[in-house]
């Protein structure tokens, strides 16, 4: 699964601190996000994905709309979402946006299926959470019927039937669909039945203790007879000139973030220590260049990937020093990485 490892970024649109260190207007942080997808394609960067979500700290909620933006301003570099919440959304409607989407940008397009980690978007839209597996199972069996039949007849509890439907635009290239995967073995073996690559979100510890999710991915494969397609790691990370300087720069905003949202969830706020601990020994990659190659190269071997993705946005971290990290993320880890994979 390593024979081609591509190398990408991810964000949410992270509420960022202006010069006068006050947070800017969501507006500005979406025009923020456009300026960093730029940068990353002229670096080199495999792929950019935007997280969609419907709170106060993140300021993208429509990923489709800000990567059309990205796509009239980019050349190569593939545009999805990080992720697409399929459950509070219409699979129809999502399969126009990045049908759309994959036209503009001459094939570039991707989504990222997923029940995400936040639920906001349930009572927004309508949703019982209650409905929370069933509503996704059903939603990413309806998409899988659209990505592979011109006329789609389908049947579930969640929404209407179609019969013989066509929808529009059709895709004119193939668009990878990924499904994205927390931590439930349901997921992956969901994701090999509806031929479709994985990506796993390693927000926290070893990322070795993920092995047997891409163990069992193979061994579905196997059993179920189908085709063994790429799988991925998104993951937390920042880079600066030298360690030291990336551990001092990240660790406010990083620790406010991780406070803000442990707060909602019941964890303890974040110390020094566990900080430090999850750079040497878990899931963030944070440190100079050659640093985070060599953690990531670790973990591609371990868990035999064929995708990397870094969030590289975290709380109120600026976009001056984003757009550094982005810099050294492209021109920097990405052949350092390679070199170390050949």
């Not at 993208?60 to 980019?74: D, W, Y």
Request: hydrophobic share 40%.
């Amino acid at each position: 699964m390593t024979d081609h490892l591509e190398l990408g970024l991810d964000t949410f649109g992270d509420i960022t601190n202006g010069p006068d260190g006050k947070p800017k207007p969501q507006a500005q942080v979406v025009r923020d996000v456009v300026e960093e997808a730029v940068l990353a394609d002229q670096c080199g960067v495999d792929f950019i994905g935007l997280g969609e979500h419907h709170r106060a700290d993140f300021a993208i909620s429509s990923p489709e709309m800000a990567l059309a933006t990205i796509a009239g301003r980019t050349s190569r570099i593939h545009l999805g979402s990080a992720v697409t919440v399929l459950s509070s959304d219409e699979p129809v409607r999502v399969f126009q946006r990045f049908s759309t989407l994959n036209a503009l940008s001459n094939g570039r397009a991707e989504i990222i299926l997923g029940r995400g980690s936040f639920t906001e978007s349930f009572p927004l839209f309508g949703y019982a959470l209650k409905d929370y597996e069933a509503l996704f199972s059903e939603k990413l069996d309806l998409f899988a019927a659209l990505l592979r039949e011109e006329a789609v007849t389908w049947e579930g509890s969640v929404r209407p039937p179609l019969k013989n439907q066509r929808v529009f635009p059709p895709l004119e290239q193939n668009m990878k669909v990924w499904v994205g995967v927390g931590g439930s073995p349901e997921s992956v073996v969901r994701s090999v039945h509806y031929e479709m690559p994985l990506m796993l979100a390693i927000i926290g510890g070893d990322p070795a203790r993920f092995k047997p999710f891409t163990d069992l991915y193979l061994r579905a494969c196997q059993q179920m007879n189908k085709p063994v397609l790429p799988v991925g790691v998104h993951s937390h990370g920042y880079v600066a000139a030298t360690d030291e300087e990336a551990r001092e720069q990240l660790w406010p905003d990083y620790k406010g973030m991780r406070d803000r949202i442990g707060a909602e969830r019941g964890w303890p706020p974040l110390t020094r220590e566990e900080f430090n601990r999850e750079i040497e020994q878990g899931s963030l990659y944070v440190g100079s260049p050659e640093t985070v190659a060599r953690k990531i190269v670790g973990t591609v071997k371990t868990l035999r990937l064929s995708r990397f993705d870094m969030k590289y946005s975290a709380g109120a971290l600026s976009h001056a020093k984003i757009m550094s990290c982005i810099e050294l993320y492209g021109r920097k880890v990405i052949p350092l990485a390679r070199d170390m994979m050949a």
